[in-house]
């Protein structure tokens, strides 16, 4: 990366910019923070949100200590803070991935959890990321590469709790276009991420081969794929609420003559809420049809169901099904 030119201490015209109209309806807990990499999507929330929201502000960088340029990132942060009198938090992790994790999984992790903490302990009430709508369709399109279900396809949420913390997505309606050609209007420097270029990330091969051949298909794209994964988070909502339900009906815990009076997707739906919610384990599709199954032919005293799901076991136990450590050694 290079910050290209130092950011200028004039600050640029504030009456343009596209996040300004995402933030103008928005009442959020104040003070508030932006997660702020020093990215285009970063910059532009946190030029709106500080004239938003005036003295209520702060940013909070995550230095990740994985590039060489980490240390100009955090540089460039602290040079356009000062310029705007935003206070700024550097919060470095060393997040090191074991092997068979994903990196960027492991580093996403630690940023939220440190954004969370420095939010906490600055007495932040909401954190504000600066994901926009290109990103929303590149999840979306990542999940559907993966053949993911409801969940997935609901793609980011504009507001979420993790960590204790509320995190708000303001800009998901927001094109990244936009973004880059007021920035490039007010000769604004940002730094630029030079992964977002390596194209060995699916993300990126998304982002440059496929979203410009979409825009010649489907000029639309953005707001027709974002009122589809709005259309799956709602659907998804009202699969948890009857999951809840049915789970609740049991006493709490999956029960073996109560799942087999239910059809067959209400208790692959309930079965799957049960392991992710109260057991963070997610069945693959064959093991949850294995599940079914296996559900379907226990009518004896004797009959044992056994299934490795994630790290553990669903083992039947009575008349229910539990999960953990493998009963049968
Ligand atoms: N190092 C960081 N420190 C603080 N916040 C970050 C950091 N990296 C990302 N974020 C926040 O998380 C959001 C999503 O992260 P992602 O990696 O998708 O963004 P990015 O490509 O770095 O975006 P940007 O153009 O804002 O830099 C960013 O928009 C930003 O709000």
Request: one cysteine or more.
């Amino acid at each position: 990366m290079a910050a290209s030119p130092t950011p200028r201490p004039n600050l640029p015209d504030p009456d343009g910019n596209p996040a300004a109209s995402s933030l103008a309806g928005l009442q959020l807990p104040l003070p508030l923070a932006v997660a702020y990499s020093g990215g285009a999507d970063s910059t532009v929330l946190l030029l709106a949100a500080a004239r938003r929201w005036p003295g209520q502000v702060q940013a909070i960088h995550v230095h990740h200590g994985l590039q060489d340029a980490a240390d100009g990132f955090e540089d460039h942060c602290r040079s356009t803070c000062a310029a705007l009198s935003v206070p700024l938090q550097v919060r470095r992790v060393h997040a090191r991935h074991a092997s068979g994790e994903s990196p960027e999984e492991v580093a996403r992790t630690a940023r939220y959890q440190a954004l969370a903490r420095a939010a906490r302990e600055a007495g932040l009430h909401a954190v504000l990321l600066a994901q926009h709508a290109d990103d929303q369709v590149e999840t979306l399109l990542l999940a559907l590469s993966r053949g993911a279900g409801l969940p997935g396809l609901a793609a980011m949420p504009p507001v979420f709790q993790r960590e204790g913390m509320v995190f708000v997505r303001p800009l998901l309606l927001l094109s990244a276009q936009a973004i880059r050609a007021w920035l490039r209007e007010q000769g604004i420097a940002v730094v630029e991420d030079p992964t977002n270029a390596d194209t060995a990330f699916t993300r990126n091969r998304i982002r440059h081969l496929l979203l410009p051949a979409l825009a010649e298909c489907f000029p639309q794209y953005r707001e027709t794929f974002a009122r589809s994964s709005r259309h799956a988070a709602q659907a998804q909502d009202l699969l948890e609420t009857v999951a809840e339900e049915d789970l609740a009906r049991m006493g709490g815990t999956p029960a073996i003559t109560a799942l087999q009076m239910l059809p067959r997707a209400r208790q692959a739906n309930v079965l799957r809420h049960w392991l992710r919610k109260a057991h963070a384990a997610s069945a693959s599709a064959a093991q949850l049809e294995e599940l079914l199954d296996q559900v379907a032919d226990c009518r004896t005293r004797g009959h044992r169901i056994r299934i490795k799901v994630g790290a553990g076991f669903v083992q039947r136990q009575g008349e229910r099904l539990q999960y953990g450590a493998d009963l049968s050694v």
